[in-house]
C-alpha cells in the first residue's frame, strides 16, 4: 500500500508540469506576433443596437491569447478612401502602443478585403500579412447588374443613391464611424466589370494569374515581406432561421447558377494561399452574422478565425 502511495504521488507530481503546458497552449493558441485587425465589408460597423459586425469573433480569439482591434470605416465608399481611414487608425495605434506594435495582421471581410489590399500596397511597413474572406477580388454580378439596371446620371441612379447614401450615413452615426458622407456608387463601381479590372490593375498583388488559381502565398514590397491568404463560401441557404438566406438567395440569382455565396463567386474569393473556398456560409456567414445563425454542417466561423490565428501565430506572425 505504501509502495502505491508513493507511485501515484510521483506520478501526480509528473503530470503537473504536463497539465501546465496544455494549459499555457491553450491561452496562447491565438496568441499572433502582431495583433490581428478586422476589416469590415460594406455596412461596416462594429456593434450596433447589440448586434455584433464580427459576432463573437473578437472574443473567440481573444479568449485564447490573441489582441484584436476593429476599426471605423466609412459604410460605402471606394476602398482606396476606406484604406486611407484604416491607415490613419493603425498609425494611431502604433503611435499609443509605446513601440510594441509595428505591424498588423489584416483580415478583411468582402470588400474589407479590397481595404486591405490597398493599405498593403500603399504601406506595406504596417502590414504583416492579409487574409481576405469572402471578397469578390475579380468583381460580382450583383454590382454588375446594379450598375447596369441604374447607371450613373439617370434618374434610378439618383434615387438608389440618395437612399443608399442615407443608410450609409445612418449606420455611420449609429456605430460612431469617423467617416465622412456615404458614396454609395464608389462602392459599386468598384465591384462591377469595369471597376473591377480597374482595381486589380493598380494593385494586382496576390491574384492568381489563372482564372479560379491560387495567388502569391507571400509578396516582397519594399523589402517588406507579407503572407497572402483567402477562404470564401458556396451556399445561401444554410440555416433556416437566418433572415440573410432569403436576400442571398435572391441575388444569387445574378450568377447563372454557378457556385457564390450569394455576392462572391467560388473563384473571385481566391487570393493569396486558398485555404478554402467552398465553405457551406453564405456571404455574412462567413463573419459569423447574423447572431451567429450559420450552418451546423460545416465548420463554426469562429473555429475558422481562431484556426488561422494559430496558423499566423506558428509562422510567426
Keep these: 500500500m505504501k509502495k502505491l502511495l508513493i507511485a501515484a504521488i510521483a506520478a501526480m507530481t509528473l503530470s503537473v508540469p504536463t497539465q501546465a503546458g496544455w494549459f499555457s497552449n491553450y491561452f496562447k493558441y491565438t496568441k499572433t506576433k502582431h495583433p490581428i485587425v478586422l476589416v469590415p465589408g460594406i455596412f461596416a460597423f462594429d456593434s450596433i443596437a447589440g448586434i455584433d459586425y464580427w459576432y463573437q469573433i473578437p472574443s473567440a480569439i481573444e479568449s485564447r491569447g490573441g489582441r484584436v482591434f476593429i476599426p471605423k470605416i466609412n459604410a460605402f465608399d471606394s476602398s482606396p478612401e476606406r484604406g486611407e481611414a484604416l491607415i490613419a487608425q493603425l498609425e494611431e495605434i502604433k503611435a499609443t502602443s509605446g513601440g510594441r506594435i509595428n505591424k498588423f495582421n489584416l483580415m478583411g471581410h468582402s470588400q474589407g478585403g479590397m481595404t486591405s489590399r490597398y493599405v498593403m500596397s500603399v504601406r506595406p511597413d504596417l502590414v504583416a500579412s492579409v487574409t481576405t474572406m469572402a471578397t469578390p477580388h475579380t468583381g460580382s454580378p450583383v454590382a454588375e447588374l446594379t450598375t447596369k439596371l441604374a447607371p450613373e446620371g439617370t434618374g434610378q441612379a439618383g434615387l438608389l443613391g440618395s437612399v443608399g447614401n442615407a443608410v450609409g450615413n445612418l ?3 449609429l456605430s460612431n464611424n469617423r467617416a465622412s458622407e456615404s458614396d454609395l456608387y464608389a462602392m459599386l463601381n468598384e465591384f ?11 494593385y494586382p498583388l496576390g491574384l492568381p494569374a489563372q482564372e479560379c488559381g491560387e495567388g502569391a502565398r507571400s509578396v516582397s514590397i519594399n523589402g517588406h515581406n507579407i503572407k497572402l491568404f483567402s477562404w470564401g463560401g458556396v451556399r445561401t441557404v444554410t440555416n433556416i432561421f437566418d433572415p440573410s438566406d432569403l436576400l442571398f438567395s435572391i441575388t444569387s440569382l ?7 455565396d450569394g455576392v462572391t463567386g467560388k473563384c473571385a474569393n481566391h487570393f493569396g494561399r486558398v485555404l478554402r473556398d467552398n465553405y457551406l456560409m453564405n456571404h455574412i456567414d462567413i463573419n459569423n452574422h447574423v447572431l451567429g445563425l450559420v450552418s451546423i454542417f460545416d465548420t463554426n466561423p469562429k473555429t475558422v478565425f481562431k484556426n488561422h490565428a494559430n496558423r499566423l501565430k506558428n509562422m510567426g506572425l
Excluded: H, K, Q
Design 171 to 173: 449606420v455611420n452615426l
Design 192 to 202: 462591377n466589370e469595369a471597376g473591377s479590372a480597374s482595381f486589380n490593375s493598380r
Design 254 to 260: 445574378a450568377f447563372s447558377g454557378a457556385a457564390s
